[in-house]
């Protein structure tokens, strides 16, 4: 079982940046692929960007939306995944999700397994 809990969300004006962070709980954290995504109010939830378990290389993408300006990395000595957003717009607000594969699923799979509550980012205009 996999435990995920945010933080880093705020209102910061357009142009500006934030750096949001997911800590999980567990043992196997170094091997799970980490996960952002987004949902804004009277939206689906959609993908922000992903990056591969450390053995896999520690490989991202990105969702085209973001890419370029949202960079997410992960510290498996702490267990955190990252995402440094950058040149934020008024479309990226939305609250934040950080999920988590099990450690048994592919990269290629599109199914996330743990999820954590969300923070709230605000973009000013």
């Known amino acids: 079982q996999v435990q995920l809990v945010e933080s880093g969300g705020g209102l910061v004006q357009a142009g500006g940046s934030l750096r949001l962070s997911c800590t999980a709980s567990g043992r196997t954290f170094s091997s799970n692929t980490m996960g952002w995504f987004r949902q804004a109010p009277g939206k689906e939830r959609e993908f922000v960007a992903?990056?591969?378990s450390s053995a896999s290389g520690g490989n991202t993408?990105?969702?085209?939306s973001v890419k370029g300006r949202f960079t997410i990395s992960r510290?498996?000595?702490?267990?955190?995944?990252?995402?440094?957003?950058?040149?934020?717009?008024?479309?990226d607000a939305?609250?934040?999700y950080c999920a988590?594969?099990?450690s048994s699923?592919?990269?290629y799979s599109q199914i996330?397994?743990?999820?954590?509550?969300?923070?709230q980012v605000?973009?000013?205009s």
Not at 61 to 64: P, T
Not at 75 to 91: F, G, I, R
């Open 75 to 91: 510290d498996n000595a702490k267990n955190t995944v990252y995402l440094q957003m950058k040149s934020l717009k008024p479309e």
């Open 94 to 96: 939305a609250v934040y």
């Open 50 to 52: 992903t990056i591969s």
């Open 122 to 124: 605000t973009v000013s």
């Open 112 to 119: 996330y397994d743990y999820w954590g509550q969300g923070t």
């Open 61 to 64: 993408a990105y969702a085209d």
């Open 105 to 107: 699923r592919s990269w």
């Open 100 to 102: 988590a594969k099990s």
